[in-house]
């Protein structure tokens, strides 16, 4: 199995510019996180779906950003209009349980850089 | 407000001795409990979990210990090797609520 596939592996962008990373769970997984890493606050789930449907959203920092997951093989979270304090990794994850509490599998991350 | 809080960003330990991470939490209602490791320039990987209503869980040289009354958790890493040098994340969940700590970047010294 490939694992979880994340692109692009890093992002460079200007303030202002929309960014979109994407993600391909392991298949047969039928839930999908996105996390974003910064030094001072680790690890922050953003959202998370089940079976394609979002079921909790409530980590995501504002309306700039959002996130899609059109299909079971497919993500993509998108920042529009990007600012420097977007500059982190982002994770993405899957999960054949369905909830945070089990397992998940993570791919390796996009450093996002917004200059 | 951090939910989830590992106070020591850095540990260094003797290849062969015993390692002890820290966790620490606010929320008394969180209901499962997990470690994850990261290796530099990867995702987080999966190492043991624990529910609230245990206090103990082992898988082979890791062993978890949840106490309650503390809201304290802790991974025992023992014998420590070289390959376990990492940053280790603590988690915990209730509902749809999940939070990782910030991170200990263990060091086991050849």
């Known amino acids: 199995d490939a694992g979880v596939i994340q692109s692009p592996r890093h992002e460079v962008t200007e303030m202002g510019q929309e960014v979109t990373l994407r993600c391909k769970p392991i298949s047969g997984h039928n839930s999908l996180f996105w996390y974003r890493q910064t030094m001072m606050r680790g690890l922050e789930l953003l959202i998370y779906f089940n079976n394609n449907v979002p079921i909790d959203d409530s980590g995501m920092p504002e309306d700039r950003f959002s996130a899609k997951m059109p299909n079971a093989s497919f993500s993509t979270l998108k920042i529009q209009p990007s600012e420097p304090r977007d500059s982190a990794v982002y994770f993405c994850a899957s999960s054949f349980r369905g909830h945070p509490s089990y397992e998940q599998y993570f791919g390796p991350g996009t450093r996002l850089t917004v200059t | 407000d951090q939910q989830v809080k590992q106070n020591s960003p850095s540990l260094s330990v003797q290849e062969g001795r015993i390692s002890i991470l820290n966790c620490d939490y606010t929320n008394s209602m969180f209901d499962y409990f997990l470690w994850y490791k990261k290796y530099p320039a990867e995702g987080p990987t999966f190492l043991i979990s624990?529910?609230?209503?245990?206090d103990k869980n082992e898988d082979g040289r890791f062993t978890v210990f949840l106490n309650k009354s503390a809201k304290h958790l802790s991974l025992h890493i023992v014998p420590s090797q070289p390959g376990d040098s990492a940053v280790y994340f603590c988690a915990a969940s209730r509902g749809n609520q999940f939070y990782f700590g910030t991170g200990t970047s263990l060091t086991v010294i050849p």
């Open positions: 624990i529910s609230s209503i245990k």
